[in-house]
């Protein structure tokens, strides 16, 4: 059972994808946030399949470990179950998600879960590191950062992509996504979000990458991100890709 008082946006994604890890308040949350924006479960199953398909390009690259960034609830098609023979360790600030997140992974032995500020690679647990991401910093592995540079200023996004590239190894690959202007016509939904929440123009998303060269594909909407088939027909609410450390 999880224990919550507050709504969370990992657990409310959770209830989007039709997961079993969520709290009745959350599912109010969910319902009220529908009533200002509309069903959100079909663009969070797209962002969900980004995931999938950005995960599964980077193991054909050859990333056989994971380090994700504000990673919410570990199931429905998560890291570590799109890479099933990868090692991930999946970071979150918020402690009622880490507790969650702790639960559903305990007794593997290639996922661990555990406190990571995405805008500081320093407060990552160093052992945990060392057991999930070996190599970290001396070979390739893959970086997801979905979900956190929305609520991040441009100065902030653009310091903390650099510091990743100096951190991880030339190779390495990161899988991330941007907030479009999407909310922008739903002023109820927009003032949801909060403060800190930022919507951001492709070329912009572009231009906060830095050193990250993204592959050919560029930065577009998660729907039209390498799809197997036909782009599904939703919302352009998120704009994403993979980019590669070059050097």
Do not use: K
Not at 77 to 96: C, F, I, K, Q, R
Not at 101 to 124: C, E, H, K, M, P
Not at 155 to 168: F, I, M, Q, S
């Amino acid at each position: 059972m999880v224990e919550a008082e507050q709504p969370s946006t990992a657990r409310m994604i959770d209830y989007w994808l039709g997961g079993e890890h969520h709290a009745a308040v959350d599912v109010a949350a969910a319902t009220a946030f529908e009533g200002a924006y509309g069903p959100c479960a079909p663009v969070f199953r797209e962002l969900r399949a980004f995931l999938g398909r950005a995960v599964r390009s980077m193991v054909a690259d050859g990333m056989d470990s994971f380090l994700v960034f504000g990673a919410g609830v570990p199931t429905r098609g998560n890291v570590h179950e799109v890479a099933a023979e990868a090692s991930v360790l999946y970071t979150d600030v918020d402690p009622v998600t880490i507790r969650l997140g702790q639960r559903i992974l305990a007794g593997s032995d290639r996922a661990g879960y555990g406190f990571g500020d995405a805008t500081d690679i320093g407060t990552v647990d160093p052992a945990q590191l060392h057991r999930f991401v070996p190599g970290w910093g001396r070979r390739p592995v893959g970086v997801v950062f979905l979900g956190v540079a929305a609520f991040l200023d441009d100065e902030t996004v653009a310091r903390t992509l650099d510091e990743v590239y100096a951190a991880a190894a030339p190779g390495s690959r990161l899988a991330v996504d941007f907030d479009g202007t999407d909310l922008a016509a739903y002023p109820q939904a927009l003032a949801m979000m909060g403060p800190a929440y930022r919507m951001r123009e492709p070329a912009v998303m572009r231009s906060l990458l830095g050193r990250w060269v993204p592959t050919g594909e560029g930065i577009v909407p998660v729907a039209r991100w390498r799809p197997e088939g036909e782009p599904v027909a939703v919302p352009d609410a998120f704009h994403g890709g993979v980019a590669v450390r070059a050097d």
